[in-house]
């Protein structure tokens, strides 16, 4: 059996999913996904179904609703823990994450790390096909992020990411209250204040060629308020807790 899950949440990713989930396969042999689709209108359910009878290695979990990408990670999350998986990670379906990248993660967790942050940041700036606006926001996230919770980290907004097993099976699922943007500074915050070993993994970020964003302003508004609601909750804490050690 494979050691790393890969999940890929879905909404309207119909001219996407097929060609990623191949290139994802042939890009590392030693990975499942699992694709959680939230009742796509286009039919991308469906066609995650056929996938599935063409490869053991695809996975397919419908939800009855759109109802956001972090509940979407969460219930990919609940599924990987039931299964034997050392690495769970996250990945977009818009081929704006390279499935090439992900014998880096594997490799680097490998080092011993508990989480690993694919950043568009670390080493200089490598973002295609962005406008500058955007490129502005999401600069100026990272800056806020850090300003306010302490986290040093460059792209804390970013949802490439690897989790080992044991720090997802540490979470309370039911208390993580964000679903955005928020959601992926929501999972590192809890990790990152427990002293978990976080590392950061350089990659190329290529906005979509095909499909719809799914940003919205209610996405940027709950990452600026989920940002102070866990500084608060940590007593403004700007420092994580002695490194856990997994000896």
């Not at 989790?163 to 964000?178: I, M, N, P, Q, T």
Request: charged content about 25%; some cysteine; overall charge neutral.
């Amino acid at each position: 059996m494979q050691d790393t899950l890969v999940i890929i949440p879905t909404y309207n990713e119909i001219d996407n999913i097929e060609p990623l989930t191949q290139a994802v396969l042939d890009a590392a042999d030693f990975a499942d996904i699992l694709i959680v689709d939230d009742n796509s209108p286009d039919g991308t359910g469906q066609k995650a179904d056929q996938l599935r009878t063409q490869n053991p290695r695809i996975h397919v979990l419908h939800r009855t609703q759109k109802n956001g990408l972090g509940r979407a990670y969460l219930a990919g999350f609940d599924w990987a823990l039931f299964r034997s998986y050392s690495f769970i990670m996250e990945m977009d379906c818009d081929f704006s994450h390279d499935p090439k990248e992900i014998p880096n993660f594997r490799r680097k967790m490998q080092e011993g790390y508990d989480l690993l942050l694919g950043s568009r940041y670390v080493g200089g700036i490598r973002v295609m096909n962005w406008p500058l606006s955007r490129l502005m926001l999401s600069r100026g996230a990272g800056i806020y992020v850090k300003l306010i919770t302490g986290m040093p980290f460059t792209d804390p907004t970013g949802g490439f990411k690897c989790f080992r097993r044991e720090l997802l099976a540490s979470y309370k699922f039911d208390k993580v209250e964000a679903n955005g943007y928020g959601f992926q500074i929501e999972m590192t915050h809890k990790a990152w204040i427990k002293g978990h070993p976080i590392g950061e993994v350089p990659i190329v970020f290529e906005d979509r060629q095909v499909g719809e964003s799914k940003m919205s302003g209610s996405i940027i508004y709950e990452a600026l308020w989920v940002v102070w609601k866990l500084a608060l909750m940590n007593g403004l804490r700007r420092k994580p807790h002695a490194r856990v050690s997994r000896d």
